[in-house]
């Protein structure tokens, strides 16, 4: 398309920025107030190395933020039981009201056992039951932060969202499922499209508002695009290096989920990988748990939108 018009680069890194600011400050006045401080509580068990600098990044944010922060570094062969006694030490803890525990976890723990014992007031991940069932129903809820921090930026990009079409590609209870809930809640017309889904190009060309969030690089391309849509791209993949010389050596680059340059051709505004989505997990991470402490103090959370 020749005359196109490019498409607008969401700076997610920017809003993040803006996020972990007001939430900052949010907690500030709640201590003034109430002498509460939000504490981060993140469990990783093993050594996973992007799971480590994930876990040491979300530390150093909560802390920066004015955060109390605890990280509890567990072995490798740490038992489902010694995993369930720190988490049930956690939810008793008046200092801690947001618990994190890193996924994946080592195969001899079962992650549904383990997220179903955090208090639910203090799941700041979103991801028990009770969080996905009060998100399904209209109630008030932790939110998964991948989604939800989607959804804010959508909303800075687009205002209302009433009635749109959106697609989410990806139906995963960590992003699709909880985006689709989001979505619907915002009175969007919602199809949650996946690997079974029969002519996924046309299915995504419906939509005003496209999420992919499937995991696979550069899948998503621009003729899959209709004119003018706002493309949120939730996917973080590494792929080999562009140059064939650093391919050899091993060098990676990270890609998203959809091709980028042929999408921004086509697209009213994009989400880029790295620098849009990404950034935004750990500041709705630090915001759910300002807000999880808020309900802990008894006062209404202040609302962190720009
Ligand atoms: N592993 C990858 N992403 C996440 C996340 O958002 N939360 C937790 N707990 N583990 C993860």
Redesign the pocket.
């Known amino acids: 398309m020749s005359d196109s018009v490019p498409a607008r680069i969401i700076d997610g890194k920017a809003f993040a920025s803006g996020l972990v600011d007001r939430v900052a400050a949010a907690a500030e006045r709640l201590r003034g107030k109430t002498g509460v401080r939000p504490g981060l509580a993140a469990v990783i068990v093993g050594d996973d190395p992007a ?1 480590r600098i ?1 876990v040491k990044s979300k530390g150093e944010r909560a802390e920066a933020a004015g955060f109390h922060s605890e990280t509890v570094r567990l072995p490798e062969e740490t038992t489902q039981a010694e995993l369930l006694a720190v988490v049930e030490r956690l939810n008793g803890d008046r200092a801690i009201h947001g618990i ?5 976890l080592p195969p001899q723990i079962g992650a549904d056992a383990v997220l179903a014992a955090i208090d639910p007031d203090k799941d700041v ?1 979103g ?1 028990h039951v009770v969080n996905a069932g009060r998100l399904a129903t209209g109630g008030r809820g932790l939110v ?3 989604p939800l921090g989607c959804l804010m930026l959508l909303k800075h990009e687009l205002g209302d969202l009433s009635g749109l079409e959106a697609v989410v590609v990806g139906r995963s209870n ?1 992003v699709g499922k909880p985006m689709v809930q989001l979505l619907l809640g915002e009175s969007c017309t919602v199809t949650v499209a996946h690997s079974r889904t029969r002519d996924l190009p046309e299915v995504c060309r419906r939509a005003d508002i496209l999420v992919a969030a499937v995991g696979r690089p550069e899948m998503v391309r621009g003729d899959w695009i209709k004119p003018g849509a706002t493309v949120i791209d939730v996917g973080i993949n590494r792929v080999p290096s562009k140059e064939p010389a650093r391919a050899a050596e091993g060098k990676t680059r990270v890609v998203g989920d959809v091709a980028f340059d042929e999408a921004a051709a086509v697209a009213g505004a994009i989400t880029p990988v790295p620098g849009g989505v990404g950034p935004m ?1 750990i500041a709705v ?1 630090l915001a759910n748990t300002y807000a999880a402490a808020c309900a802990a103090a008894g006062v209404e959370a202040e609302p962190l939108d720009a």
Do not use: A, N
């Open positions: 799971s994930y994190l525990v890193q996924l994946p991940d991801f998964p932060c991948t960590i997990t991470l």
